[in-house]
Nanobody, 123 residues
Framework: QVSLVESGGGLVQAGGSLRLSCVVS????????MAWFRQAPGKGRDIVAA???????HYSDSVKGRFTISRDSAKSTMYLQMNNLKPEDTAVYYC?????????????????WGQGTQVTVSS
């Protein structure tokens, strides 16, 4: 059984930073496709960034240059460093793991999900 637990969300002013963490258990950490998604109120769940084979493989255009995805294999933890946050980044952020070797940009491509962590950016 794979378990994902996110942490690190909160309230921050525009221009500030947060680091989200996702601890993964029950799966060989290095061989999965892992991603961060976010869902704003009334909207769909959109991909933010993804790792494939431990290497950053995707960033959405809206976060390029501001967010960095990474992992620490020794801690079985994936991170999302978010800098220069904007009000439009406000959403629930989810980490996800996909069993397929190919990277998917849609939620259907992922098999396990965390419970989500709220990020709120005030203007």
């Amino acid at each position: 059984q794979v378990s994902l637990v996110e942490s690190g969300g909160g309230l921050v002013q525009a221009g500030g930073s947060l680091r989200l963490s996702c601890v993964v258990s029950g799966r060989t950490f290095s061989t999965t496709v892992m991603a961060w998604f976010r869902q704003a109120p009334g909207k769909g769940r959109d991909i933010v960034a993804a790792l494939r084979g431990g290497v950053p493989a995707h960033y959405s255009d809206s976060v390029k240059g501001r967010f960095t995805i990474s992992r620490d294999s020794a801690k079985s933890t994936m991170y999302l460093q978010m800098n220069n946050l904007k009000p439009e980044d406000t959403a629930v952020y989810y980490c996800a793991v996909g069993l397929a070797s190919s990277l998917s940009a849609t939620p259907r491509g992922y098999d396990y999900w965390g419970q989500g962590t709220q990020v709120t950016v005030s203007s």
